[in-house]
Structures are given as structure tokens and as C-alpha cells.
């Protein structure tokens, strides 16, 4: 009759600990559910405000009415430059052709080589 009793609580206490790590085991996996739902979610965003930002190949620039933000966009062009030709532009006027940037201070014919597929003047 013991033995049968032990063996009663035996597995009892098989089935509460079966019961318990099934519980601890789904309330994980929804954790993790919703972890990598909230990641994918994060990602989505990221993918979105990477694609606004134009590669190299599709900027373009008017310097003529760019404003200090757009101008940096540039390949090498910082804001000391960019705020450089916004000072040109107002003292002088537009500018007629983009090689006319090569008078801004800091921009010569090599990073004007880096830039020239990227301006233009309208």
C-alpha cells in the first residue's frame, strides 16, 4: 500500500513539474514572440528611413537653392563649405554654371570632381 502511495506522489509530482515548465515554457516563447515582432517592427522603420535618404548615384543638388542641410548631403561638403556657398550665393547671386562653385574657399577641381554628378544649376 506505501509503495503504491509513493508511486501516486511520484507522479503527481511529475505531472506539476511537467505542468509548471509548460507554463514557464509558453510565457518564453510569447516573450520572444513579441521580442522579434517588436524587432521586425523596429527594422521596418529603419529599412523605411534608410530608403528616404537618396544613394550617391540619385542626389542631386540645385546649389542654387539648396539650403545648408541639402548642401551637406554632398560628398565632402561640410557645413563651414555648404554654409560658404549659401554666403557666395547671397553676395553674388546664383551661380551660372556648376564649375563656378570651384570659387567657394575649400572647393577645388578635385572635390568638385567628387561632387559634379551630384549638382546642377537651374
Known amino acids: 500500500m506505501k509503495e503504491k502511495k509513493v508511486k501516486t506522489l511520484i507522479l503527481t509530482a511529475l505531472i506539476i513539474v511537467c505542468a509548471v515548465v ?24 529603419e529599412e523605411s528611413v534608410t530608403n528616404d535618404i537618396p544613394d ?10 539648396a539650403n545648408i542641410y541639402e548642401l551637406q548631403m554632398l560628398n565632402g561638403i561640410g557645413e563651414k563649405t555648404a554654409q560658404r556657398i549659401i554666403d557666395y550665393r547671397n553676395k553674388h547671386g546664383k551661380f551660372d ?6 570659387r567657394i574657399d575649400g572647393i577645388g577641381k578635385k572635390k568638385f570632381d567628387i561632387i559634379k554628378d551630384n549638382i546642377c544649376v537651374e
Request: glycine share 2%; charged share 30%; hydrophobic share 40%.
Open 22 to 45: 509548460g507554463a514557464v515554457v509558453q510565457k518564453r516563447e510569447k516573450q520572444y514572440k513579441s521580442f522579434f515582432v517588436e524587432r521586425n517592427e523596429v527594422n521596418a522603420v
Open 56 to 65: 550617391e548615384t540619385e542626389l542631386m543638388v540645385n546649389i542654387n537653392t
Open 97 to 102: 554654371v556648376v564649375e563656378d562653385l570651384m
